[in-house]
């Protein structure tokens, strides 16, 4: 069973630089979440696509923030001009929503720390 | 923005205890969901349970819903020491389809 995976695993970097992240959902999962999670947090939702389209974004993903899911099948979050307060790891998911009633699969998300 | 406020937020039980832990929210909602996790790890879906649901059952664990008090809660029967992990309740509002997460609940099982 190929579950969502996401590359890479942690990034460190230095404040200011840009940074892209990928995500690869369930092959026939339609739809795809990117969150937030900060240490002792729950996970906080960002946006989501149905298929390529980008349906939602939350207040927390500003314009230095940009998500794309150019095919509807893996998805990219870019980080333009990183600050600390970026540092968190980034968590992808994956659902096939017919009804609005499915779970989410989530990937192992990538660690980010800026320097 | 948090949804869910779980009680307790850290628990330590013996191996063979039940451990539960409770939910709270603000919101109507469409479902609310459990989920777990280890450390530095993603988060693995455990149990769903709609709003005109009360009470669910799968393997040890046992979920209820009271939609009048905006509460649940998650029973963890005859727990393993492979249960240590943070457990999160997660609703979806009515309308929408974001997961909205508590702060989670730390469950130490000691062997």
């Known amino acids: 069973d190929t579950g969502v995976s996401q590359d890479p695993r942690h990034k460190i970097t230095k404040r200011g630089q840009n940074v892209t992240f990928r995500c690869d959902p369930i092959s026939e999962h339609n739809r795809l979440y990117w969150y937030r999670q900060t240490l002792g947090q729950g996970p906080e939702f960002l946006t989501y696509f149905q298929n390529e389209a980008q349906l939602e974004k939350s207040r927390l993903l500003s314009d230095r923030f940009s998500a794309e899911r150019p095919k509807g099948s893996f998805s990219t979050l870019e980080i333009q001009r990183t600050e600390q307060g970026d540092s968190a790891m980034y968590l992808c998911?994956?659902?096939?929503?017919?009804?609005?009633?499915?779970?989410?699969?989530f990937g192992d998300g990538t660690r980010l720390s800026i320097l | 923005s948090q949804q869910g406020e779980e009680d307790p937020q850290a628990l330590s039980i013996q191996e063979g205890e039940n451990a539960t832990m409770n939910c709270s929210y603000k919101t109507s909602i469409n479902n609310l969901q459990w989920y777990r996790q280890n450390s530095g790890r993603g988060l693995v879906h455990l149990i769903l349970?709609?709003?005109?649901?009360r009470e669910k059952h799968s393997g040890r664990l046992r979920v209820t819903l009271d939609t009048s008090k905006k509460s649940s809660s998650l029973l963890i029967t005859a727990s393993r020491a492979a249960d240590t992990a943070s457990y999160f309740c997660?609703?979806?509002?009515?309308?929408?389809?974001?997961?909205?997460f508590g702060k989670g609940n730390q469950v130490v099982v000691i062997p």
């Open positions: 349970i709609r709003s005109n649901e």
């Open positions: 997660a609703t979806v509002d009515t309308g929408n389809n974001r997961l909205a």
């Open positions: 998911a994956s659902s096939l929503d017919r009804e609005g009633n499915q779970p989410q699969h």
